[in-house]
Nanobody
Framework: QVELVESGGGTVQVEGSLRLSCASA????????VAWFRQTPGKEREGVAS???????TYADSVKGRFTISADNAKNIMFLQMNALRPEDTGMYYC??????????????????WGTGILVTVLS
């Protein structure tokens, strides 16, 4: 059983910052892809940022230049630094983990495990 635990969500004003964390005590991040996704009611879960096992980082266009993904493989923890937040960034944020080969690291279908999610609210 892979357990992923997100933390760091909350409510901020527009242009504010938050740092999300995703930790796993049961799985190593080193050999797989880890990613952040977000979802709002009635919409599909969308990829925000990912780190693949070869170090490749991918961002959704909507967050480029504002969000930064990083991972500490030794500690099995991943971060998402979110700056210049906008109301449209509001949603449940999930960390995902893929152990199988994937084509698109920002597509939810390729993730094998998920955290339970954490809420981010950006007030205008």
């Amino acid at each position: 059983q892979v357990e992923l635990v997100e933390s760091g969500g909350g409510t901020v004003q527009v242009e504010g910052s938050l740092r999300l964390s995703c930790a796993s005590a049961t799985f190593t991040f080193r050999r797989i892809c880890v990613a952040w996704f977000r979802q709002t009611p009635g919409k599909e879960r969308e990829g925000v940022a990912s780190i693949e096992s070869d170090g490749t980082i991918t961002y959704a266009d909507s967050v480029k230049g504002r969000f930064t993904i990083s991972a500490d493989n030794a500690k099995n923890i991943m971060f998402l630094q979110m700056n210049a937040l906008r109301p449209e960034d509001t949603g449940m944020y999930y960390c995902g983990l893929a152990v199988s080969p994937l084509v698109d690291p920002l597509k939810a279908d390729y993730m094998d495990y998920w955290g339970t999610g954490i809420l981010v609210t950006v007030l205008s």
